[in-house]
């Protein structure tokens, strides 16, 4: 079975390919339940012709006999468009938010998967617009296998792109998702789809993080019931991980991402300093202060070395608390109690998302009396786990659905 999983993620970014507007009318307009959901509307439809007829052409391409391949049923999909109201930081009032719900065709009382995306930079990429990319065929998959799968925008992306992405901000990814996770039920419920009794969790990178976040939330705010959660090489410790990175005098390729997750919690937790604080010149003012992605344009240093004043580093370094500081441990999200089990996944060579984060997250909440295992791709780094990841979640998640 396993290796039967590695080969259907070959045909995900195909399978992605195959949305289209055509035929497509909008969803049904009955009496939603709008606690959270506005509207809904139908964005793409994959038959499950077109899902089988694309598995076999794939594994025909690969070489693979058929025979080996044990037998599935794939349905055919619709994916909505969801809109709904959320929270936003420093906001007393609602916005509105959107996130994608694929829903299996001739088929009801299905479990719902919430599944957090990767990071993105192209705000086309964001799940509600379902455009071709391996998260999205993801989801597609994992729907239809016989999953209500919901997909959240996250803040910044979608209906609420006219807002700044509070990248890696643990709460407002948690809430996004939760609201978004309201918003399916009550689309499911109100078109009498019926709704199993199973939520799963999961996501990569940022996913991960937020994947964790959002389990963490709903356990301790939400009214849901996780079954299982599979966080996979997401950003957890950010305390150590920030010291790890402070610390490096190396060129890291990542610097970008991690300064974006320095602006997000610069302006969040109105700490307000100018980048002058935390980078040298003349890397500070390559910088638009208006603008967080004006950080993946602009001439940095990679290596932090060279890259963080001294007195950042100091701070980041000191036993004592700071702003900053303290705005990284509010984000950490790796030292709780869960009550569903968990999953962690990760590369053990992982030159993004230290692996300290996976392990450190299954220490703690193993001695906090956590269900949680550890999974661990040998040699694999963020890029070269995804694989192992998707194949890995979709079989975990099928065991118990």
Known sequence: MKKYIHYLLFFLIVLSAC???????????????????????????????????????????????EELIPPLQFKGITVYKLTYTTTYPGMSEKITASGALIVPDDSKNNSIISYQHGTITDPKHAPSFFSETASNGFAAVMASLGFNVSLPDYLGYGESANFHHPYEHGESLASASYDMLLASREFILSNELGLGDKLFLTGYSEGGYATMALHQYTENKGDLTVTASAPAAGAYNKSEL????????????????????????????????????????????????????????????????????????????????????????????????????????????????????????????????????????????????????????????????
């Open 19 to 65: 949305t289209s507007d055509e035929n497509v009318t909008d969803a049904p307009k009955e009496d939603f339940k709008k606690e959270v959901l506005i509207d809904a509307e139908v964005v793409g439809k994959i038959s499950s012709a077109e899902i089988n007829l694309l598995f076999k052409n794939v594994i025909e391409l690969a070489g693979i006999s």
């Open 242 to 401: 920030a010291l790890d990175i402070i610390s490096s005098d190396e060129p890291l390729p990542f610097i970008p991402y991690y300064l974006w997750v320095l602006d997000t919690y610069n302006w969040v937790y109105g700490i307000n300093k100018p980048w002058s604080y935390y980078l040298n010149e003349p890397y500070a003012s390559n910088i638009d202060a208006d603008d967080p992605l004006s950080i993946f344009e602009a001439s940095l240093d990679p290596n932090p070395s060279n890259l963080f004043t001294e007195s950042f580093k100091n701070e980041i370094a000191s036993d004592q608390d700071s702003a900053f500081k303290n705005a990284l441990k509010e984000n950490d999200r790796f030292d709780w109690k869960a009550n569903a089990k968990v999953r962690l996944y990760y590369g053990t060579k992982d030159d993004f998302v230290y692996p300290l984060n996976a392990t450190s997250a299954y220490n703690a909440m193993k001695e906090r009396g956590s269900v949680v295992e550890l999974v661990p791709f040998e040699d694999k780094n963020h890029s070269t786990a995804i694989n192992d990841y998707a194949a890995g979640v979709l079989i975990w998640f099928l065991s118990q659905k």
